[in-house]
């Protein structure tokens, strides 16, 4: 029986820790404090067994650069060989399972991922948006020699709370005064590539849909007497509360600050309310703006209710306590997801509404709505508007396709920063007339960092003339790109929206999501006045199951170029994307339910070049799903159109049909004169 090795963490602890004194750095030990925010954060997170708290670095810092900001350095030691770090298939810390959950065996085994698992807590439930974790382990050699490893790694919003390696080191004088800045400024350099954005992005949508679906579980089944409306406002004031802007001294509100008082002005209310309106204020919002926002969540968070105390605990702490625990570390961690989109299309799911409601609701899902603004040909300068809202979903992937484009065509830092800020206050506009969708709309551009500025609460078919919103309400809104998910209860489908958007636009490119029976015969005036100033560019059939689990109706993207009258000999393009490499289920329990089962980001890359530049881009599709044809503007009934089948024989056919016929014929000639040789032999 093998002998077990002992381990010689208390060894390498000395050993690191002494590097530490002689640095004369003021670090921590396990049981020792850091400061009240990195403790309670470390204490309100999940442990490394998957307990609740108790989460206990063996070594902490908070260390300054010149650049400001402090930076919380922890650190896992361990005894053994080859107990560094533990990575998956891709390279990454795997502090997760194949469906998502906390990898708990190999927090706990491995040094690194147990630091970068405690950095999480730190990015979870605090301001700070960096923290660096160490790993360090070894073991004894036959000489009795201490070998050892370590493993730094930034864990960063940037990254997505995932980790990257920034070097490797024998010791720990990169956290020597004179050494930190140079450190800090190699961990400012590290980047993800596109592809890893995207990889590491939708391992997270993943575990935000399951996060959510926790969430709305609990609430829906245990927090009585909150209306859809409450639930809705509730989460969005605790996710601004919670954000804060430590650069600016506004901090984040802490589970601990809410203290359950009756005391007039003390209640949990009124201290999540004075919270929102400090984060407001440095975010530099119009007041009319600030104040519409402050008091439609006034109105939910104030009410006695829902600030009484029972068993010393008031239902607004509770419920705020849930959702910074369930949902805190994914908007912390600055995902450029339609999150409250998301987070919208489960609460509807709770409602017992009638399903055409239920349809005017749903939301486009992220892939799609990146998709309309490609189709759309959104680029770093073109100006947004979206019609019909809901969570801003549309405008968050517009936005997002703006900055890709700016980041990939603006070398200078300084003028990307300055076209990055102009793309979000200046750039976008959308209009949702719902103000429980509205404040979801506010929420999800403000967590995008911050495109709020012109996101209006109006019906943008009786009050809105084109204009800006907050603060430059006498100037026209230049738009240059339209996207929209219309409600489909709305005159003509929707396609009020879209008459209306175009008419106001005197260039550019328009993409819509829209039901199917649309391109038919229904809303044929609307379709004929569009044409009259827009020209249809292509009809895109999309999948039937598009949106499964949320709504049944079969939809098609129509896309138009604006300023130009469609002629009657204008070639337009007619897609059959039932097939989009996307296969959908819709199992309340399953760790995915979108999967890419036939190259699906390539057929959706394909589509987009196809509608650009037609038939020569033709690859994966084939020509009975490609199909360039023509409409007649003054119809209206023919925009959905399919490749028509060639039914005119050829000589091929011909031969075929003979070679058939007469094989027939021999086939029967042998039988019957078997069946007569059989006879006359009886």
Known sequence: ??????????????????????????????????????????SDYHSKSGGSGGNRPDTKL?????????????????????????????????????KNLPDFRNINRYAVNGAVHYANAILHYTGYTDVIAIGMTGYKNEAGEIKYQIGVYAVSKSNFGVGQQVDEYTDFSFLKRENFDAFIEKVKLLQLSQEEIERLKERREREIEASLVKLNNDIYQNEKGLGENDRVYLVAASIIATLGDVEKDVFPLKKSDLKSSMEKGNTDGDIMVRKIEAFLDVKNLPADKKDLIVRTLQNTLTTDNINKA?????????????????LGIYYKIGLTTDFTGKLFNEMYSWLGFSQDKLNDVVLTPAYVATLLSKLARVNRDSYVWDFATG??????????EMLIDAKNTIRSPEQ??????????????????????????????ILMGDGSSNILNKDSLKDFNGNYGFGNADKKFPADAFVLNPPYSAPGNGMIFVEKALSMMS?????????????????????????KHSTLLASIKMPMDLFVGRSSVQTNIYVFRVGEAHQKDDVVKFIDFSNDGYTRTNRKKASCNLKDTDRAKERYAELVDLVRFGKSKLHIFTEKEYYEGSIDPESGADWNQTAPVDTKPVLEDFKKTVSDYLAWEVSSLLKTQEKGEERLGK
């Open 62 to 98: 908070l260390l300054r650069a010149n650049d400001g900001v402090y930076y919380p350095i922890l650190i896992e030691y361990k005894g053994y060989k080859d107990r560094l770090v533990k990575l998956d298939g891709e390279g990454k810390i795997a502090n997760k399972t194949a």
């Open 507 to 531: 260039r550019g490119y328009a993409a819509i999501i829209i039901q199917n029976s649309t391109g038919s015969g229904r809303a044929a005036e609307y379709k004929r006045n569009i044409l």
């Open 310 to 326: 029972e068993n010393g605990e008031s239902q607004l702490k509770r419920v705020f306590s849930k959702i910074v625990d369930d």
């Open 1 to 42: 029986m093998a002998t077990k090795v002992p381990s010689i963490e208390p060894n390498i602890a000395e050993l690191a820790n002494g590097w530490l004194k002689a640095y004369r750095l003021d670090y921590k030990l396990e049981q020792e404090r850091l400061n009240a925010e990195i403790d309670q954060a470390l």
């Open 416 to 445: 990307l920063a300055i076209k990055s800020e102009q793309i979000k206050a200046k750039q976008l506009l959308g209009l949702e007339i719902l103000s429980n969708v509205y404040m979801l709309a506010i929420l999800n551009m």
């Open 391 to 400: 969570s801003a979903g549309l405008l968050v992937a517009a936005m997002n």
